[in-house]
Nanobody
């Protein structure tokens, strides 16, 4: 499985951005797709996830209500739409995929595949 994240850029506070994650390879319907971010000087933080088959979503409290994750199965692509962006949202954003796993989705080691990251910078 290969993941390619794109769509990052520079945006003003209060603005919006939509990131994409194109998946290739053997994506099974049992896989979940997730988004993480790493702010300068911090560890990788869970943002949210979506199940590949059912479309159920789950978000971190820090982005709940401002972010929406969706998917286009026909294009093997997952999206992260972010609204009301804040300077503290500045980070490198990564997409990830994992098979069935009882571990917490918020723990990076429970994810099997990672994309290369795309930079999001929010100016104040």
């Amino acid at each position: 499985v290969q993941l390619q994240a794109s769509g990052g850029g520079l945006v003003q506070a209060g603005g919006s951005l939509r990131l994409s994650c194109a998946a290739s390879g053997r994506i099974l319907s049992s896989y979940a797709m997730g988004w993480f971010r790493r702010a300068p000087g911090k560890g990788r933080e869970f943002v949210g996830q979506i199940t590949w088959s059912g479309g159920q979503t789950y978000y971190a409290d820090s982005v709940k209500g401002r972010c929406t994750i969706s998917r286009d199965n026909s294009k093997n692509t997952v999206f992260l739409e972010m609204n009301s962006l804040k300077p503290e949202d500045t980070a490198v954003y990564y997409c990830a995929a994992r098979g069935p796993n009882l571990g917490s989705v918020e723990i990076t080691s429970t994810w099997d595949y990672w994309g290369q990251g795309t930079q999001v910078t929010v100016s104040s």
